[in-house]
Nanobody, 122 residues
Framework: DVQLVESGGGSVQAGGSLRISCVAS?????????MAWFRQAPGKNREAVAA????????FYVDSVKGRFTISQDNAKNMLYLQMNGLKPEDTAVYYC???????????????WGHGTQVTVS
């Protein structure tokens, strides 16, 4: 099993920055090759934001955040980060950390999820 816990959300003005974090633990953490951030705004479907393969350098971003968000990891600490710059009101959502075998960006393909952290941009 894998446990994921997010932190670092909050409220920020448009144009500001936030960094959210996710710590992974559990026996299955080393078998989850892909770590990703998803988000879900009220009344909308959960969507992928960014993802990376834990064993390599490949990263993936949804078009709406390219150039503004950066996903990174610290394997020694089992940590996943999302640095968000140039935040916009449309980035307001609950952000979820997820783990799965492949970076398909389809939420159905991710087996483990955190409880989410709220990001509000005004």
């Amino acid at each position: 099993d894998v446990q994921l816990v997010e932190s670092g959300g909050g409220s920020v003005q448009a144009g500001g920055s936030l960094r959210i974090s996710c710590v992974a633990s559990g026996d299955g953490v080393y078998g989850s090759s892909c770590m990703a951030w998803f988000r879900q705004a009220p009344g909308k479907n959960r969507e992928a934001v960014a993802a990376l393969y834990t064993g390599g350098d490949s990263t993936f971003y949804v078009d709406s955040v390219k150039g503004r968000f950066t996903i990174s990891q610290d394997n020694a600490k089992n940590m996943l980060y999302l640095q968000m710059n140039g935040l916009k009101p449309e980035d307001t959502a609950v952000y979820y950390c997820a783990a799965g075998p492949y970076c398909t960006l389809n939420p159905d393909d991710f087996h483990y999820w955190g409880h989410g952290t709220q990001v509000t941009v005004s």
